[in-house]
């Protein structure tokens, strides 16, 4: 067929510092066995699996005499094949970027800011902020995944401040205080936004100090063999030793600490603190890249501007998980639906005992990622030629087009990123 809309394709690896090594990294271990150009090194740190049409990371057509093609060059000639919606709403682009994200240390405390906040910082830093596009994302657990996602409840918080005499002095008595007395409602957020914001803006000197002396406490305890869940002492120890002395190690007793297990997810909208701490996930962005910074990484922080924008609204670490939901029709499939157009997420759960299995047609071209199990996929588009499915398979499928598998006698796993409009 001369203009196939269904095809695999080649996707790109970023080896952060912060990813995975060699073969520990599910990202590593997706693209050994999804893409045979990729070469594993056992001493590289695999970090970010990248499937869609990010200019910093270009898909290739995987596909004999189109190897050449970029997913990019072929949306742009073929834009009726986005869907209508798509075509429409996002000026003929792929609106979101589809990952695997293998998290070997923590990245940054850090947020996003909404669509008309990420206009005026490009508008007025372009340097930092490079691009006008707001950045939600949802991550979905792939592996036992840790992160940190919005403000704990407040009465959380204040066991801490009673417990921790160290994080009462870097925020200061008085906003120790404010916290501790304030009841409810718009009260409990003004003060928490009080003491947040003294944490993040106190002098680095009396971070590290007082960072230290908590420290020192919690590894006599461990070596006393004690427990030390009472003051998130494993966790403290752990970022304390990638980030020495920063004032991020603190944010572990004002954000919650969300333990998620695989199918698990989080969906991180505009103004919402949060960090990636450890483990593998399916992760969905729009694509943008303004992310604004305050710890835990290396990279320029903007300490006023993520202050000023944060919601401070305490809640608990299950109240910060996303639902998902069953489709109504097909109970293999279940829905990850933030309310945004830019993005969506399925995940299709197909037991060995389905022998045949149609991936459906919708409006919106899709990327699909196989995370476990082996088919053939046959598409009106290809004629008789037949798509061999297994682990780490990128698949692109262009808007009205479905996907008829034949199972190969296994358990199959897979997701699909789309526009959810």
């Not at 109970?331 to 197909?350: C, G």
Request: with cysteine.
């Amino acid at each position: 067929m001369s203009n196939p809309k269904v095809f695999p394709l080649k996707c790109p690896v970023q080896t952060y510092h912060w990813g995975k090594v060699g073969k520990d990294s599910e990202v590593a271990k997706l693209s050994l066995s999804g893409n045979s150009d990729f070469k594993l090194d056992d001493k590289t740190t695999y970090a970010e699996l990248w499937m869609g049409t990010h200019h910093k990371g270009p898909c290739i057509l995987n596909r004999p005499k189109m190897d050449n093609t970029t997913l990019a060059q072929w949306v742009a000639k073929n834009q009726d094949d986005l869907g209508s919606k798509v075509k429409d709403k996002f000026q003929g682009q792929l609106p979101y970027l589809f990952k695997v994200l293998s998290v070997n240390m923590s990245l940054s405390i850090q947020a996003h800011p909404n669509k008309s906040h990420a206009e005026q910082l490009h508008k007025d830093h372009p340097d930092r902020y490079p691009d006008p596009n707001h950045k939600p994302e949802i991550a979905i657990a792939l592996t036992p995944f840790q992160g940190m996602c919005g403000f704990r409840p407040i009465e959380e918080l204040v066991k801490f401040l009673k417990a921790i005499p160290e994080l009462q002095s870097v925020i200061g008595l008085e906003n120790a205080q404010g916290v501790i007395s304030a009841l409810s409602g718009k009260a409990q957020q003004a003060a928490l936004k009080q003491a947040f914001t003294a944490l993040m803006s106190c002098d680095p000197k009396i971070v590290e100090t007082n960072l230290q002396a908590l420290i020192s406490k919690v590894q006599e305890r461990v070596a006393a063999k004690e427990d030390v869940s009472d003051v998130e002492g494993e966790l403290l120890l752990r970022l304390n030793q990638e980030f020495p002395g920063d004032v991020g190690c603190f944010c572990i007793y004002f954000l919650n600490i969300m333990n998620l297990q695989p199918g698990e997810s989080m969906f991180l909208e505009a103004n919402l603190p949060h960090a990636y701490l450890k483990g593998d996930c399916i992760e969905c962005m729009a694509c943008s890249d303004n992310v604004v910074r305050a710890g835990l990484t290396p990279k320029f922080k903007d300490v006023p501007t993520l202050c000023d924008m944060l919601i401070y609204e305490p809640k608990s670490a299950k109240e910060n998980l996303f639902d998902s939901i069953k489709d109504s029709k097909d109970s293999n499939i279940t829905h990850y639906q933030p309310n945004i157009p830019d993005f969506a997420v399925d995940k299709y759960e197909l037991s060995q005992d389905i022998k045949e299995y149609t991936i459906p047609s919708m409006d919106s071209a899709s990327i699909v990622l196989v995370i476990k199990g082996e088919a053939e996929g046959k598409n009106q588009t290809l004629g008789d030629e037949a798509l061999q499915l297994q682990r780490g398979t990128v698949l692109f499928i262009a808007a009205n087009q479905e996907v008829q598998l034949t199972l190969k006698g296994s358990d199959i796993l897979m997701f699909r990123a789309y526009c959810g409009i």
